[in-house]
């Protein structure tokens, strides 16, 4: 059942989302070569805790951090290590969630680690742009599919390879709510409905479509070893234009 929510929830959302935001300005700001991503889970857990919201993410299903650090061929549930290092040229995946006054706000970025090659700075930057072709899909009366199609063809145009396994979700109470929301197109005609709030998350591969879960049970990674981006914003849909709840609050 998806569930739409009040004015106080999305407030508290928004809020939430705020948080997330201000974790991936920090991100981006001490993301260099030599730091490990276990510095980076410390990093983040600080600026959640000092905002008093909780890391979503740490002890769900047993994760054992508050953000999840994919690197290059890692597509998403990367665990924090200190014997992982960041070196130059690679990409680093931080998906993070807060939950403040009860509410989640779920967000993840691609960062490039110095400088990137050419080719993998598309990748980033056509994952990004899927995002927001989806997120302006977010409209009253729209349904799910116009979403998913929309993140397809900007992935289609580049002939990446997408994510099927994994995708976008409803969120609010919990990280992972009603409905699924498919990367690609699958005939969902479930109509997005004013006050409606979804994780939209495109995952597009430079490979490859398809996608393996690591020893550690979490870590997923492309089967070919290609690179993979993974942006994602929680996004609410509005009488008007599509509210993006994981940005900062001016
Ligand atoms: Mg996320
Ligand atoms: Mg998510």
Same mark, same amino acid.
């Given at each position: *059942? ?47 805790? #000092? ?43 931080? &998906? ?6 009860? *509410? ?19 990748? *980033? ?20 599919? &116009? ?12 002939? $990446?390879?997408?994510?099927?396994? $994994? ?44 996608? #393996? ?5 979490? !870590?997923?990674?492309?089967? &070919? ?6 942006? #994602?914003? !929680?996004?609410?849909?509005? #009488? ?8 900062? *609050?001016?």
């Amino acid at each position: *059942m998806i569930n739409h929510k009040s004015r106080d929830e999305i407030k508290r959302m928004r809020h939430a989302g705020h948080i997330v935001a201000l974790v991936h300005k920090k991100m981006k700001e001490v993301i260099e070569p030599g730091i490990s991503t276990k510095e980076l889970d410390s990093i983040a857990e600080k600026v959640i805790r #000092e905002n008093r919201a909780i890391p979503t993410f740490l002890g769900y299903s047993g994760f054992p951090a508050s953000i999840c650090t994919s690197i290059n061929e890692q597509v998403v549930h990367g665990i924090p290590s200190e014997k992982v290092i960041l070196k130059e040229g690679d990409i680093i995946s931080v &998906d993070v969630g807060a939950t403040y006054g009860g *509410m989640v706000g779920d967000s993840a970025w691609t960062h490039p680690v110095g400088k990137i090659s050419e080719e993998v700075a598309k990748l *980033m930057k056509t994952t990004e742009e899927a995002l927001f072709a989806g997120i302006a899909q977010m409209r009253d009366g729209n349904v799910l599919d &116009d979403i998913s199609t929309a993140i397809e063809e900007v992935a289609n145009r580049e002939h $990446y390879g997408i994510v099927r396994q $994994y995708g976008g979700h409803g969120v609010g109470h919990q990280m992972h709510e009603d409905p699924f929301l498919f990367n690609y197109k699958v005939g969902d005609k479930t109509l997005i409905k004013k006050n409606t709030a979804i994780a939209i998350e495109p995952m597009l591969n430079l490979g490859c479509d398809e996608v #393996e879960v690591a020893a550690d049970e979490w !870590t997923v990674s492309t089967a &070919d070893g290609k690179p993979s981006a993974h942006f #994602e914003h !929680t996004v609410l849909c509005t #009488e008007g234009e599509p509210m993006i709840m994981t940005q900062l *609050m001016e």
